[in-house]
């Protein structure tokens, strides 16, 4: 049986963890990427789905391109960011469920669904990316997740050779400098936005 985590654990993963809008001089390398996905591929999505696929924007040159398609102050910390991640679904994701799922035949629920394939793409790839910042800071790292930048572009500039993916949303990774962030907005108690039936 699972254990509590100690406070020390459960402070890095979520009372004292940031989201950051800008990152020490630090690279990231691509082990620590495979390192996060080794962890975010274990949480659950429905049916094992697995939709989430995901470009890592590390060169400055994908960074840049990646910039120019977001608007406010977004650009600038993508520019900087040591990694820029993409959070895309890939709307075909049941194609791959034979291996992904081989307990039953879960390809034949969704084909020819198309409202349910997105919406089982958007809520599982959405999942994926809460993974994708828990695995992150897990692991020591932070995140800057984000929505402000045009999808149809993203999807157009990244995911052009996988007419079937969208863009979710964006997040930088690297290591947060504490300089770039402000204080800590409210959380609600437990009685503001729950009851227990």
Known sequence: MAEPLDA???DQLFRTARTYNGY???PVSEDQLRAIWDLMKMGPTSANQQPVRMVWCVSQ???EKLAALAGGTN?????KAPV???IGMDLDFH???PWLFPHTDAKSWFEGNEALRESHAFRNSSLQGAYFIMAARALGLDTGPMSGFSNEAVDKAFFAD???VRSNFISTLGYGDPATIFERSPRPE???FNRID
């Open 61 to 63: 040159e994908a960074k």
């Open 84 to 86: 820029t991640a993409i």
């Open 75 to 79: 650009p600038d910390k993508i520019r």
């Open 8 to 10: 020390h654990a459960l």
């Open 162 to 164: 996988q007419p079937r």
């Open 190 to 192: 437990f009685e503001k």
């Open 24 to 26: 020490l001089d630090k």
């Open 95 to 97: 194609e791959q469920l």
